[in-house]
């Protein structure tokens, strides 16, 4: 019996001592180092008889992400359907988790039967759990269903929905492509005396700029602001992906001078923004240039954009050098643009360049990458 286990096994007939922060944290640790899937379902079930564990919202996320990423969703559903028997089932708070994790997984369909239960369970239905079961929908990419329970649930609940499940709704029509759609409940939570927030904001933003919808884009902005809403980071980076878009890197050039001029740092979607505009517009130098100033290290991305342009532009200096700097930085990027610069390395006929890719894409020790010499396939 492993040690997490052995201290789970004594909690149940010792002290109170036993369940204290130290002991609990003990447990948690050993879940999270398990490698076996399975074990660990197990080690969950079990700690979850512990009051403490079950209030570490943490541990909860972190498995079941875990297990969703590794698409092992009959047991997500073993570990969640377990929590049913606890008495903490009937308060609101813990059944909204539930309901939240199971979207997380894209479960909607047991997010929804968790929340018809509630009734029976005497547990409260408010717009705590309504809005855990909007993000359900749209975390599963339930996009369709999300309209009719944002119309129908509140007049069957007796509840109104508040500005986390306008955030939601407008989310959802953005995801949807129904812009239009999401703009218009902008002047709904006015009319119902429900203030936008950055949240709100930011999500139009992003939807209508990466769509090309720039001067609707501008109206929202402007919107955003007269409501004295400052913009962040992530606002000003969906205005750069439309200036990408529009072509306009000159303007984009202006607004970091902007950002920087209010303290709002650029992160790795700014240069990426800056660097994407340069690409499209095909400015070499000044995509380099860009990429040299950002400091953001090597990026997945970055990489992605940048290869093929500056491969398309006879640049292999320039490739090969992003090439080894992702093993040396031990960066995770697709295979497909390290094998394109293998393979016009080997068509000018840099031959050893091309095989020190191969070579290094066998042997790095982070991940395996099997990249093909030409003559090879």
Same mark, same amino acid.
């Given at each position: 019996m492993s040690f997490p286990s052995r201290l789970l096994s004594r909690s149940f007939s010792t002290t109170a001592t036993a369940t204290? @922060?130290?002991?609990?944290?003990?447990?948690?640790? !050993? *879940?999270?180092?398990? +490698?076996?899937?399975?074990?660990? =379902?197990d080690k969950f079930k079990k700690s979850? /008889?512990? !009051?403490?564990?079950?209030?570490?919202?943490?541990?909860?996320?972190?498995?079941?992400? &875990?297990?969703? +990423?590794? %698409?092992?969703?009959?047991?997500?559903?073993?570990?969640?359907?377990?929590?049913?028997?606890?008495?903490d089932i009937s308060k609101e708070g813990f059944t909204a988790r539930l309901i939240t994790l199971y979207g997380k997984a894209a479960m909607f369909e047991n997010a929804r039967k968790v929340f018809d239960e509630m009734p029976g369970r005497n547990c409260e239905q408010t717009v705590l759990s309504f809005n855990a079961l909007l993000g359900a929908? =749209?975390?599963?990419?339930?996009?369709? #269903?999300?309209?009719? $329970?944002?119309?129908?649930? @509140?007049?069957?609940?007796?509840?109104? @929905?508040?500005?986390?499940?306008?955030?939601? *709704?407008? %989310?959802?029509? =953005?995801?949807?492509?129904?812009? /239009?759609?999401? +703009?218009?409940?902008l002047y709904e939570m006015e009319k119902k005396g429900i203030k936008p927030d950055l949240i709100t904001?930011?999500? $139009?933003?992003? !939807?209508?700029?990466?769509?090309?919808?720039?001067?609707?884009? #501008? %109206?929202?902005? #402007?919107?955003? =602001?007269?409501?004295n809403v400052r913009p962040d980071v992530r606002s000003y980076n969906a205005r750069l992906d439309g200036l990408a878009i529009?072509?306009?890197? %000159?303007?984009?050039?202006? $607004?970091?001078?902007?950002? &920087?001029?209010?303290?709002?740092? @650029? /992160?790795v979607f700014t240069f990426y923004a800056l660097i994407k505009g340069f690409v499209d517009e095909g400015n070499l130098e000044e995509a380099k240039r860009w990429y040299n100033k950002s400091g953001c290290g090597m990026n997945k991305a970055i990489f992605k954009l940048l290869v093929p342009f500056v491969c398309e532009k006879g640049d292999l200096d320039f490739a090969f050098n992003l090439c080894k700097r992702t093993f040396s930085k031990r960066c995770l990027v697709d295979q497909a643009p390290l094998q394109l610069v293998v393979d016009r390395l080997a068509k000018e006929l840099r031959v050893e360049e091309a095989k020190e890719l191969v070579e290094l894409g066998k042997t790095n020790s982070y991940c395996r990458y099997n990249l093909k010499f030409p003559s090879e396939e």
């Open positions: 204290g @922060p130290k002991f609990i944290g003990s447990v948690i640790r !050993g *879940i999270y180092k398990e +490698n076996n899937l399975k074990r660990l =379902v979850s /008889d512990l !009051g403490r564990f079950r209030t570490n919202t943490g541990i909860y996320t972190g498995t079941v992400q &875990r297990l969703a +990423n590794a %698409k092992r969703f009959r047991w997500i559903e073993e570990i969640l359907e377990h929590q049913k028997q606890y008495k929908c =749209v975390n599963s990419k339930k996009f369709d #269903e999300v309209d009719g $329970l944002f119309k129908d649930l @509140p007049h069957k609940l007796g509840i109104e @929905p508040d500005l986390v499940s306008y955030n939601t *709704i407008i %989310k959802a029509f =953005v995801y949807k492509g129904s812009l /239009d759609s999401a +703009n218009t409940l904001f930011n999500t $139009l933003l992003l !939807g209508f700029y990466s769509n090309g919808r720039f001067a609707d884009a #501008e %109206k929202i902005w #402007e919107t955003m =602001v007269n409501m529009e072509k306009q890197t %000159k303007k984009a050039l202006e $607004l970091v001078g902007e950002m &920087r001029s209010k303290e709002i740092n @650029p /992160d």
